[in-house]
């Protein structure tokens, strides 16, 4: 069909196309624009416009129904999203054969123009919202890679409206909103349709600064926006990705740094590995790779050319590193083997993305040691549980439980996996905040990785041990779980152990009628104050911008969550003395001058003491003893924790996650899941009453118990 | 064609069958090798055989010649060194349509079985000769995904031989020795051949854990058998990456802590952006991209779903970062912005790979800067730049000189290129140790990134300010620099002050004689020492290993690079003395034990100006004054750099690279180039005699000169 023949039938339908060109070939969107901007007959402005066919999961001897999208080019499709919304299931992405079978185009000539009376029946059309009563121009393939069409978006929307039938009707996606919807909500339980809780939650008469959506109402939009306003994090144009922001990134920094400091007591070192596994390495072992393969992102090209293998971008580093553990582990004298890397890893999940807590790049650690022996193992795993322990609370001053794993919660592949859980209260679920897993002796295997040496303790010298492993790893996330636990309605607010400023200096008081002299006075003595603490190891910082009230300044940094703020004015330098206000209370207390060197670290301490207190007893406050099935959902229902004597059968987990799923009020799909899994099996058992072998039975199915597990809805 | 049949006419070519295994359908090496592993007819022993179709470039008209490569599995092409064995250009892997076209069959079935005398004579056949004379079971597509053929190496060789004629000769290829070639040569000028050199480089006599390849000889051999047998790296299953063992990590953590103090003072902060690009915001700054897209790696696919838009993994943040830039930066108030990260970039080169040197992946530090003036950005500019010239002269001993970058040499896209220049006395071949670029207004501009603000000065109010931008960055590269500079025929040897062991304390003198209570002595001696040193700061160990003698320690540690060695044995202790050797010279000195604590520090001190010097000193000896073009070629083929008066003008500097490359003797194809580029115009040009403008003129065209310039060849 030829572009003059097409535009005559638009003509013959009242469309009027602006403009046709044609120009050369083209094979993707950046030289598409490209030609076009080149083309002298083309608008000075138009946007491209993109039409996707995506095919859902049909049965094997059904035809399929492809999806066609037609968006802007700017636009995101998340396929996920838009199939939950039409209600159409594991959307991918058609191949040309979907295409030459369906339009006989390829992708590069497709557009809503191939929609006509024989096609459009076939396959279900979603367009874009935002672009049916556009008036401006999108560039529109004339069933061609080398002519184009410009129409508006309303003239878009009328050609298809004209196919539509009571049968097929044109679906009117809007795209941006669904994304949004993916990136940032989460919908509460009980809550009111989330058009009009958003509009609750919306804090009333809040400044332009403050951070506007209530966190009790609203968490998942309260906590997104206290990360952007307290600079933490940025979106970023590649869904999943976020950007850290020096304020969130110096925490980080805290948390290498201290870290460092211990393994390397513990003679681990710090080593860097590629990021890239060949398919081949990647599947070794087929447990572990089960656990990660739907999300390995996969490089295929490298400038214009495909590799002759697709190469995985790691998500951990176990078989990354173990072929090389074997080549350098050739007797006991190599062991113990400690390695630790600093990197990044990539998960492309599919799931929403959160920021800190599931995103598709992050940031961790990954240690990996190989030692002779299982008690060895089994002592390090614990050791570094405690250490991750300390990093939450002493460091993030956020309350952990540490126990062990259920068989189905565990490391794929490893033997078995400690953990620490954390508990965020507003929404009452568990986060698994860092693990520390035991990999036994299943990836030293000989039909694994083949890593053992000769034992020196067999007089034969024939006997071979494989190496016990460890793996263990802490991420960024670890910030997420801070945000969550202690930020509040006024912003952050952050422990002064990883706050990069501990203390701000306002000068106050300050009118236009101070005199220059008092107004330098003041100035200069929060200068002083600042150096004076920076020198006994306080992070002080004066904030002497000008242009700015005292007031915008206390909004600005209580938003960011600095723990104290010292205020100055010409009343306070006359009384020696500062105000200081706590910003985990609130609380407001004038501190001599003359002291401040002794006080302030003391005060911060404290601080640190009062958050970490805080937020125990809260998480403590939640763990509810649950001896009875029917208690369990309405713990769940309270945000709480049901800890319960458990007989630890796997196909008793499963019966709990279903059974407590099942008996929840309906959630927005959009939430994480309604049901329970087991969040740990606490070490410390203390808390509760002995189990009774063979008397006290599990909760859930009334066989023995085994021992105290914590059941919880979990992030 | 039934496999039966594809059987009987094996057996008509007395080829015998070991084994004919039907099985489920496999799409991919992983499932056709768990297939046949799970299949009870198979030998219990085999390796599977690819075959792989190759189209070389060739003229639009003509009938492709496809290239069809027979290999193990395991083994590696690199189509690049094949292409370049067998004369064929660009070879790209076939795509589905060309294997249908050629052979009706898809790639899971395809086997050398599908050359026959139709086939044959249209394809040029490469096997790998390793495959040739093999008695092993290879599993054979039977031109099915379900159908297995068990032949040995042998009965496929003979079955190609049989299809053979003289106007299609069966190619026969060592790839594992291609892949190695690539991977480790550089042929000196003047060199014999290659086999010939390989071994007289080879040390006579030489015990086992020495170098064994003489760093005169051949220097890239040499090169990387210290690395692997100091355990700075090891080699990856992925071309191009390479693992960074504790041994270099600690270097660069060195380097990191130094560099972050220092930018912390300029108010630098650390941050941390998506390693992930779109295609889109990759390709906005179009000179920049150019510089890179040939060796951008594109992540495509993420678990089983194709992504919509193929995304780069960033070989530089400019792109990634500076939308964001534009959003953050909205009034001058918001200036300077000053960004660090420490991450991993990937650029997928095609030249050969050398580790540290040219790696696909790499480590470094990209800082990227905007001030409201250029002044300011000018400034900053060379404080980094002095800062990377401490790095390298303070911390690693290695000589550079800073300058500026030729008009052609300059950051693709940036303003201009400050650059410290280093030099490889060995090969003569200067090499960019670290760049600071100014980017100018080239990225903010309104059509690139839009990065503006109001103009401050402008009373009208109405002005916009374009920021200027910096951009610097330092890799990994330094540790390879420090590598070729220092080591020596006994290996590595590592300046002090990046040393993660300084000192290496071993007892000596004990025999089957001695004492238990002296062995004791000795041993807790050495131990005692090695707490008294770290407690001054020095970072040592004593080496008590059990079971090795005094000499392969000494070994171990000196091919390891330790900087200072210090032995006791029973006539030391009596004389409360240690012996002293010193790893960069050799030379030996007893120290009394009783000053030790000040005079090992000392003398560390001495090593790490000695080294310094040393190599500055030969670095110098290599600068020659060139003011007649006919000295220039054998400057260079004295492995000196040409420092000429130059023009500055880009024609000029192709033309000095053209003609001195021609001049320059035949080099081996794997070699770098022998033409001389401009390596920097040194910003102290004191050393020179002064430039006369309008007398001195171009060394190279006898136009007016502007100043003395660095010309050589380089990395």
């Not at 999940?349 to 961790?364: A, G, H, I, S, V």
């Not at 049901?642 to 996650?657: G, L």
């Given at each position: 069909?030829?572009?003059?023949?097409?535009?005559?039938?638009?003509?013959?339908?009242?469309?009027?196309?602006?403009?046709?060109?044609?120009?050369?070939?083209?094979?993707?969107?950046?030289?598409?624009?490209?030609?076009?901007?080149?083309?002298?007959?083309?608008?000075?402005?138009?946007?491209?416009?993109?039409?996707?066919?995506?095919?859902?999961?049909?049965?094997?001897?059904?035809?399929?129904?492809?999806?066609?999208?037609?968006?802007?080019?700017?636009?995101?499709?998340?396929?996920?999203?838009?199939?939950?919304?039409?209600?159409?299931?594991?959307?991918?992405?058609?191949?040309?054969?979907?295409?030459?079978?369906?339009?006989?185009?390829?992708?590069?000539?497709?557009?809503?123009?191939?929609?006509?009376?024989?096609?459009?029946?076939?396959?279900?059309?979603?367009?874009?919202?935002?672009?049916?009563?556009?008036?401006?121009?999108?560039?529109?393939?004339?069933?061609?890679?080398?002519?184009?069409?410009?129409?508006?978006?309303?003239?878009?929307?009328?050609?298809?409206?004209?196919?539509?039938?009571?049968?097929?009707?044109?679906?009117?996606?809007?795209?941006?909103?669904?994304?949004?919807?993916?990136?940032?909500?989460?919908?509460?339980?009980?809550?009111?349709?989330?058009?009009?809780?958003?509009?609750?939650?919306?804090?009333?008469?809040?400044?332009?600064?403050?951070?506007?959506?209530?966190?009790?109402?609203?968490?998942?939009?309260?906590?997104?926006?206290?990360?952007?306003?307290?600079?933490?994090?940025?979106?970023?144009?590649?869904?999943?990705?976020?950007?850290?922001?020096?304020?969130?990134?110096?925490?980080?920094?805290?948390?290498?740094?201290?870290?460092?400091?211990?393994?390397?007591?513990?003679?681990?070192?710090?080593?860097?590995?590629?990021?890239?596994?060949?398919?081949?390495?990647?599947?070794?072992?087929?447990?572990?790779?089960?656990?990660?393969?739907?999300?390995?992102?996969?490089?295929?090209?490298?400038?214009?050319?495909?590799?002759?293998?697709?190469?995985?971008?790691?998500?951990?580093?176990?078989?990354?590193?173990?072929?090389?553990?074997?080549?350098?582990?050739?007797?006991?004298?190599?062991?113990?083997?400690?390695?630790?890397?600093?990197?990044?890893?990539?998960?492309?999940?599919?799931?929403?993305?959160?920021?800190?807590?599931?995103?598709?790049?992050?940031?961790?650690?990954?240690?990996?040691?190989?030692?002779?022996?299982?008690?060895?193992?089994?002592?390090?795993?614990?050791?570094?549980?405690?250490?991750?322990?300390?990093?939450?609370?002493?460091?993030?001053?956020?309350?952990?439980?540490?126990?062990?794993?259920?068989?189905?919660?565990?490391?794929?592949?490893?033997?078995?996996?400690?953990?620490?859980?954390?508990?965020?209260?507003?929404?009452?679920?568990?986060?698994?905040?860092?693990?520390?897993?035991?990999?036994?002796?299943?990836?030293?295997?000989?039909?694994?990785?083949?890593?053992?040496?000769?034992?020196?303790?067999?007089?034969?010298?024939?006997?071979?041990?494989?190496?016990?492993?460890?793996?263990?790893?802490?991420?960024?996330?670890?910030?997420?779980?801070?945000?969550?636990?202690?930020?509040?309605?006024?912003?952050?607010?952050?422990?002064?152990?990883?706050?990069?400023?501990?203390?701000?200096?306002?000068?106050?008081?300050?009118?236009?009628?101070?005199?220059?002299?008092?107004?330098?006075a003041i100035n200069d003595k929060c200068e002083e104050l600042s150096k004076s603490l920076k020198s006994v190891g306080v992070k002080a910082k004066a904030d002497l911008r000008?242009?700015?009230?005292?007031?915008?300044?206390?909004?600005?940094?209580?938003?960011?969550?600095?723990?104290?703020?010292?205020?100055?004015?010409?009343?306070?330098?006359?009384?020696?003395?500062?105000?200081?206000?706590?910003?985990?209370?609130?609380?407001?207390?004038?501190?001599?001058?003359?002291?401040?060197?002794?006080?302030v670290p003391k005060l911060l301490d404290t601080i640190q003491a009062d958050m970490f207190k805080r937020a125990q007893d809260t998480y403590f406050s939640r763990l509810r003893?649950?001896?009875?099935?029917?208690?369990?959902?309405?713990?769940?229902?309270?945000?709480?924790?049901?800890?319960?004597?458990?007989?630890?059968?796997?196909?008793?987990?499963?019966?709990?996650?279903?059974?407590?799923?099942?008996?929840?009020?309906?959630?927005?799909?959009?939430?994480?899941?309604?049901?329970?899994?087991?969040?740990?099996?606490?070490?410390?058992?203390?808390?509760?009453?002995?189990?009774?072998?063979?008397?006290?039975?599990?909760?859930?199915?009334?066989?023995?118990?085994?021992?105290?597990?914590?059941?919880?809805?979990?992030?």
């Amino acid at each position: 069909m030829s572009v003059e023949s097409i535009a005559q039938s638009l003509t013959g339908l009242s469309i009027q196309p602006q403009a046709i060109v044609s120009h050369s070939t083209t094979n993707s969107p950046a030289s598409w624009r490209e030609a076009l901007e080149g083309a002298s007959s083309a608008p000075k402005s138009f946007e491209l416009l993109k039409t996707l066919v995506y095919k859902p999961k049909t049965a094997k001897t059904a035809t399929p129904v492809p999806l066609v999208i037609i968006a802007r080019e700017g636009t995101e499709v998340i396929s996920g999203a838009v199939g939950k919304k039409l209600g159409l299931k594991e959307l991918r992405l058609g191949s040309e054969d979907l295409l030459t079978e369906f339009f006989s185009l390829d992708k590069n000539s497709l557009s809503p123009l191939a929609l006509n009376e024989q096609t459009y029946p076939k396959v279900v059309t979603a367009i874009d919202s935002s672009i049916i009563s556009s008036t401006a121009l999108f560039a529109v393939r004339a069933l061609s890679s080398s002519a184009t069409i410009f129409l508006s978006g309303k003239d878009i929307y009328a050609y298809l409206k004209l196919l539509e039938t009571q049968e097929a009707l044109l679906q009117e996606v809007d795209f941006e909103a669904l994304k949004v919807g993916a990136d940032t909500l989460t919908v509460q339980p009980k809550a009111a349709p989330v058009k009009e809780k958003k509009e609750d939650a919306k804090i009333e008469g809040a400044i332009q600064i403050a951070i506007g959506i209530k966190k009790e109402v609203d968490f998942a939009g309260w906590y997104t926006n206290v990360l952007i306003k307290a600079e933490m994090m940025d979106y970023y144009n590649v869904s999943g990705c976020y950007i850290l922001r020096p304020w969130s990134y110096s925490i980080w920094e805290v948390i290498q740094d201290w870290f460092n400091a211990r393994i390397r007591e513990m003679e681990v070192q710090n080593a860097y590995f590629p990021m890239f596994v060949s398919s081949k390495v990647l599947e070794r072992e087929k447990d572990h790779i089960e656990g990660f393969s739907p999300e390995v992102a996969w490089v295929t090209r490298a400038g214009n050319s495909d590799l002759e293998e697709p190469i995985a971008v790691r998500p951990t580093s176990e078989t990354v590193m173990y072929p090389y553990y074997a080549k350098w582990i050739k007797s006991h004298r190599d062991l113990p083997l400690k390695l630790n890397q600093w990197n990044n890893v990539v998960r492309w999940e599919f799931k929403n993305p959160q920021p800190f807590l599931r995103t598709r790049e992050f940031l961790w650690q990954e240690g990996h040691t190989a030692f002779l022996t299982k008690a060895e193992a089994d002592t390090e795993v614990r050791e570094i549980l405690e250490l991750y322990r300390q990093v939450y609370e002493d460091l993030l001053a956020v309350p952990v439980i540490p126990g062990i794993k259920s068989e189905k919660e565990k490391f794929a592949g490893g033997l078995y996996t400690t953990t620490i859980e954390g508990f965020v209260p507003t929404t009452g679920r568990g986060i698994q905040a860092g693990t520390s897993h035991c990999l036994g002796q299943n990836f030293s295997r000989p039909e694994m990785f083949n890593i053992f040496v000769e034992d020196p303790n067999d007089p034969t010298g024939q006997g071979k041990v494989y190496v016990w492993q460890n793996s263990w790893g802490l991420s960024t996330r670890t910030i997420g779980v801070m945000v969550m636990i202690h930020g509040d309605n006024q912003g952050l607010v952050l422990p002064p152990r990883v706050a990069s400023i501990q203390v701000i200096i306002v000068p106050c008081g300050i009118t236009a009628k101070t005199s220059d002299e008092s107004r330098k006075a003041i100035n200069d003595k929060c200068e002083e104050l600042s150096k004076s603490l920076k020198s006994v190891g306080v992070k002080a910082k004066a904030d002497l911008r000008e242009g700015y009230t005292p007031g915008f300044k206390f909004n600005d940094w209580e938003q960011k969550g600095v723990p104290l703020r010292l205020e100055i004015g010409p009343a306070d330098l006359a009384k020696q003395q500062t105000l200081s206000v706590r910003r985990d209370t609130g609380t407001k207390a004038p501190l001599p001058l003359a002291d401040l060197m002794a006080s302030v670290p003391k005060l911060l301490d404290t601080i640190q003491a009062d958050m970490f207190k805080r937020a125990q007893d809260t998480y403590f406050s939640r763990l509810r003893e649950v001896t009875r099935w029917e208690d369990v959902v309405p713990t769940l229902e309270d945000k709480c924790v049901a800890v319960m004597p458990w007989c630890e059968e796997e196909a008793c987990e499963d019966d709990i996650k279903e059974r407590s799923a099942r008996a929840a009020e309906p959630q927005d799909e959009r939430a994480p899941s309604a049901g329970a899994k087991s969040l740990c099996i606490p070490f410390d058992q203390s808390k509760w009453p002995p189990i009774e072998p063979g008397k006290t039975k599990c909760t859930a199915c009334g066989k023995d118990a085994k021992r105290w597990t914590m059941f919880g809805r979990s992030y």
